[in-house]
Antibody
Framework: QVQLVQSGAEVKKPGASVKVSCKAS????????MYWVRQAPGQRLEWMGWINAGTGNTKYSQKFQGRVTITRDTSANTAYMELSSLRSEDTAVYYC??????????????????WGKGTTVTVSS | DLQMTQSPSSLSAFVGDRVNITCRASQSISDYLNWYQHKPGKAPNLLIYAASSLQGGVPSRFSGSGSGTDFTLTISSVQPEDFATYYCQHSYDSPWTFGQGTKVEMK
């Protein structure tokens, strides 16, 4: 079945980096875009960036520009999200999600139809 | 950035009740609106896309309506497995943003 399996929980010190993986199965990885969102305690879901798994093109939220890098390895059907210069406010659950679309010409509707279960990242000294 | 506001933030319901959750956009987003269900420790689950289209495999007791700035997710007869948090999310322009969530609890 179609699924996204994320790497396990991480505990990091302030200033460190974390790299979260998201392994896809059950579909052709390179034909979709992968979205990364996070949810800090008590906060709403927040977009971080996305990667076109076929071309490798990326787009990042301005909030995380310069600190986030999203990559993919098509041979491993895996996307990665690396966040650097961690601070306590980065303590959150990080999710990957597949972007799908519905075409109703001339319109396109985008949505996240498959999600990983999330990776908890705790930043603490 | 577009702001999405859900109401209520939480509600309590009996099994079998009809539940309505509202999502309001800070500007018109046509029908570029999706709804998700999220249970603790699990992957979020897409329920509705394009404001009113039911995702495959989602029970028909879930429905979505609305256009422009005001949208509603309705659960016609809430079941025990429906107690969860629900989020709306727009895909009108970048960045896509989410509502703050509505937690549906059992009364």
């Amino acid at each position: 079945q179609v699924q996204l399996v994320q790497s396990g929980a991480e505990v990091k010190k302030p200033g460190a980096s974390v790299k979260v993986s998201c392994k896809a199965s059950g579909y052709t990885f390179s034909t979709y875009t992968m979205y990364w969102v996070r949810q800090a305690p008590g906060q709403r879901l927040e977009w971080m960036g996305w990667i076109n798994a076929g071309t490798g093109n990326t787009k990042y939220s301005q909030k995380f520009q310069g600190r986030v890098t999203i990559t993919r390895d098509t041979s491993a059907n895996t996307a990665y999200m690396e966040l650097s210069s961690l601070r306590s406010e980065d303590t959150a659950v990080y999710y990957c999600a597949r972007i799908n679309k519905w075409e109703l010409p001339p319109y396109f509707y985008f949505y996240m139809d498959v999600w990983g279960k999330g990776t908890t990242v705790t930043v603490s000294s | 950035d577009l702001q999405m506001t859900q109401s209520p933030s939480s509600l309590s319901a009996f099994v079998g009740d009809r539940v309505n959750i509202t999502c309001r956009a800070s500007q018109s987003i046509s029908d570029y609106l999706n709804w998700y269900q999220h249970k603790p420790g699990k992957a979020p689950n897409l329920l509705i896309y394009a404001a009113s289209s039911l995702q495959g495999g989602v029970p028909s007791r879930f429905s979505g309506s609305g256009s422009g700035t005001d949208f509603t997710l309705t659960i016609s007869s809430v079941q025990p497995e429906d107690f969860a948090t629900y989020y709306c999310q727009h895909s009108y322009d970048s960045p896509w943003t989410f509502g703050q969530g509505t937690k549906v609890e059992m009364k």
